[in-house]
């Protein structure tokens, strides 16, 4: 029996020292996703960093494994292998490429195995839908037409059959001097042509470009251009037109010499421009309030011009007035109010020219109230939506008046102090660029929300006493009776004399 019971203790002792380092082999790993590139596109590739680590147990080669998962199922994953010393921590990087049709809400799964321990780490990401590429330009052409106005026109080619939105940008430079800059927002599907009116240049050279922008490509296409000058007429020709424009001169200094009295004031009032297609002759007083001299204004042309009157759209208004923050009860009687008060918008984008030659684009947006009724309106609120191609951020927009952007949107808000009864007022807001026609006739109606009215104006009526046909009878007699006494005067003169 002893011997039988040192034989399996024996036994036992050699079976606990079997074990230990069994149990030395269990690893204790660690495993976390550090970041992921975003925004995560399909059709892009996804790069992403994680943290493995051996924090206890012998040296292992660790698998990295890592997949997408949709209803259980595997749909896109990768594989890869890191060496782990004991106590050894490592961060890395990978990357899948994104397919499309993965676009939503995807579990993304991330797993290591070390020896005999596994781990697992996940996350929640959002796969946006794949932005195409970007359209190439088939051709830019320049056209001048009548009156020396600059038209060109380009083509953009998208090879997908999906539609691409893309912004653009326009300019015409002269001498690395921007004349003309214009910008715009587009979805092109296929091929599409675009028409763009430019404004009236004066004879000399100059560049068109035209920038297009689909994510982070760009593309950008040039074009040199001439503006031709008229051509010189025969000498003989020249000789007589030099001596009509002399004699025309004399006769012109002849009469202006003896009217200047007349004249002097009107004169001062006004500047003089050359005259030309769509030409303004603003005041001195226009230029002083803007902080610009009269004398250095030579020539205004305003080759864009939109005008729209009427009640603004039931639907833009609500739009604009929700955007503004406008609560539910007070945006109803808004549009009650919108509904009964016609609006007249008139845009213009003029080309302005000073006496160095120097040109800059202005387009201006009037806005006219009209009180058709025998009550003053006090405190008149509008609201008035500015498109990005006008304007992308507000603060580029001037404005006569003191005006109240709505942050975080793209509405301006306006108020009039007042408007009389049976009268009209105006305020007008711009921007230091050039629109197209297009865009011009596209702005939207404001819209008048609130206002004050006064008490009706009693318009007092003056009763005549006499009737009209009396006071004329009255008036004839009158007058025959001073020409006959004129005349009796007049021949008893003459028979004094002769006798």
């Not at 060109?152 to 015409?172: A, D, K, M, N, R």
């Not at 039931?314 to 955007?323: K, T």
Request: glycine share 6%; proline share 5%.
């Amino acid at each position: 029996m002893p011997c039988t019971v040192k034989k399996l203790l024996l036994l036992a002792l050699l079976l606990l020292l079997a074990a230990k380092p069994a149990i030395a082999e269990e690893n204790v790993t660690e495993l976390k996703i550090e970041s992921i590139t975003t925004p995560i596109r399909a059709g892009e590739r996804l790069e992403f960093t994680f943290l493995v680590g051996n924090r206890l147990g012998p040296p292992c080669s660790g698998q990295i494994q890592y997949w997408f998962e949709v209803d259980g199922e595997r749909l896109v994953q990768g594989n890869d292998n890191v060496y782990l010393e004991t106590s050894e921590a490592k961060v890395e990087s990978a990357s899948l490429i994104m397919p499309p049709g993965l676009e939503g809400v995807r579990d993304f799964y991330l797993e290591m195995k070390c020896n005999d321990t596994t781990v697992i780490a996940s996350r929640v990401i959002h796969i946006a839908t794949g932005l195409p590429g970007l359209p190439q330009f088939k051709s830019l052409d320049i056209i001048e037409e009548d009156e020396g106005q600059t038209v060109f026109s380009y083509t953009l080619e998208s090879g997908q059959g999906e539609t691409v939105p893309v912004h653009v940008e326009e300019w015409i430079v002269e001498d690395n001097n921007v004349l003309w800059t214009s910008s715009q927002n587009l979805a092109i599907t296929g091929s599409s042509s675009f028409k763009r009116f430019g404004p009236v240049l004066p004879p000399g050279s100059y560049k068109v470009i035209v920038e297009i922008t689909a994510g982070e490509e760009t593309a950008r296409i040039v074009r040199e251009f001439t503006v031709g000058t008229a051509v010189a007429p025969p000498l003989n020709l020249m000789l007589l037109f030099s001596l009509v424009a002399l004699a025309i001169l004399a006769f012109a200094t002849i009469f202006v010499a003896g009217r200047f009295a007349s004249i002097k004031d009107y004169a001062n009032r006004y500047v003089v421009l050359p005259v030309s297609r769509n030409i303004v002759l603003p005041t001195l007083g226009e230029h002083e309030a803007a902080g610009k001299p009269a004398e250095e204004i030579k020539q205004i042309a305003c080759p864009v011009e939109a005008e729209e009157s009427g009640i603004p759209d039931e639907f833009e208004v609500s739009q604009m007035l929700e955007g503004a923050g406008l609560e539910s009860k007070r945006r109803q009687k808004c549009l009650e109010t919108a509904g009964k008060i016609p609006i007249v918008q008139i845009v213009k984008g003029c080309v302005i020219t000073d006496k160095s030659d120097r040109m800059r684009c202005e387009t201006t947006v009037t806005i006219t109230v009209a009180n058709n009724t025998n009550r003053n309106w006090e405190n008149i609120v509008f609201f008035a939506r500015v498109p990005e191609f006008f304007a992308e951020d507000l603060s580029e927009v001037e404005a006569d008046c003191k005006i109240h952007p709505v942050e975080g949107t793209s509405i301006l808000k306006f108020r009039m102090p007042k408007v009389g009864a049976m009268q009209s007022a105006s305020v007008s807001y711009k921007t230091a660029k050039m629109i197209s026609q297009a865009e011009a006739n596209s702005i939207p109606l404001p819209a008048v929300v609130s206002y004050k009215q006064g008490k009706p104006l009693v318009i007092a009526q003056v009763k005549v006493e006499k009737k009209a046909e009396e006071a004329e009878k009255e008036a004839a007699v009158q007058e025959a009776k001073e020409k006959a006494t004129k005349k009796a005067v007049a021949e008893n003169g003459e028979k004094k004399m002769q006798k």
